[in-house]
């Protein structure tokens, strides 16, 4: 009996560490995956774009382009993705100082009503030049534990993505609460919905899908916007989600509250 008990524990702890060993070649394995997608990425929206404004302006200088309407297409074309590519080149740092856990994040108590009604302001412009309409109720917004650049960036991410992927004509609507010891904070837009294969990636690092932003579009963020989000979100304490509603989709971030006295 005592030797097929051992034999029972024995077989019990290899296995054990056989499933553990497993674990960790998975998530070597995954990590190696996504370090080869970010390689891909920054050779392919870094690199692309490059050759074309090399190409612009080779044409400029060699007079190949000197049709005066041309000559300033070109040069707002050369504008627009430098300023793409710049916009780049900072998410990519954003998301290496998040990797790094380089973030020196300051938790206070941040009031959701002034950040959405800032938020909103700041892309009031974008959605009236996209139809889309921006909805948010004037009170019951909860207070809560964060940093208050960090959830900026954070909401400033799904608002933007959200009046993206709308349709003209769409709604997108922000809405918040608080259960317990947790207060919510939703955007809820009508994109028509993400398709089901694709909602487990979408915060994966240079994930795009089928329904991406064309890069020519001076709001492609080329897949980084997400990752940046759950990134911060993560940084802080909290945790976002997504779900399709129906009409279009829903993303949700959670964090601690904080009772006002
Ligand atoms: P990007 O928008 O630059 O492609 P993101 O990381 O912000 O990168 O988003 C990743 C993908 O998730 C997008 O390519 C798009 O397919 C999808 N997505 C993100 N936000 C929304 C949204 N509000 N509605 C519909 N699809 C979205």
Redesign the pocket.
């Known amino acids: 009996v005592v030797s097929l008990g051992l034999g029972w524990w024995l077989g019990r702890r290899i296995a054990q560490e056989a499933t553990w060993a497993d674990l960790v070649r998975e998530r070597e394995r995954q990590v190696e995956a996504s370090r080869r997608e970010l390689v891909a990425w920054v050779s392919h929206d870094l690199r692309t774009p490059l050759a074309g404004l090399r190409a612009m302006a080779e044409a400029l200088e060699d007079g190949v382009v000197a049709e005066p309407t041309a000559v300033s297409d070109y040069h707002r074309r050369i504008r627009l993705e430098t300023d793409r590519m710049s916009r780049l080149v900072e998410d990519l740092f954003e998301l290496s100082r998040i990797n790094a856990a380089e973030l020196h994040l300051t938790i206070t108590a941040v009031p959701l009503a002034e950040l959405v009604s800032d938020a909103i302001a700041s892309v009031a412009p974008l959605a009236a030049s996209r139809r889309v309409r921006l909805r948010a109720p004037e009170d019951g917004w909860p207070t809560v534990a964060a940093s208050e650049p960090e959830l900026g960036r954070v909401l400033a ?2 608002l933007t ?2 009046i ?3 349709p003209p004509d769409g709604t997108v609507a922000l809405s918040a609460g608080a259960e317990r010891d947790t207060a919510w904070l939703a ?1 809820v ?1 009508t ?1 028509g919905g ?1 398709p089901e294969a ?1 909602l487990p990636r ?1 915060f994966d690092v240079a ?7 064309s890069p020519q579009e001076t709001g ?8 940046i989000v759950q990134g911060l979100v993560t940084a802080q304490g909290g945790r976002v989600e997504v779900a399709n509603t129906g009409s ?2 829903r ?1 949700v971030v959670r964090l601690p509250t904080v009772t006002v006295p």
Request: aromatic content about 10%.
């Open positions: 991410n799904l993505n959200a993206h992927y709308t955007v837009d994109c993400i694709e979408v994930f795009r899908g089928e329904r991406a932003r492609g963020g080329g897949g980084l916007g997400l990752a279009g989709c993303f």
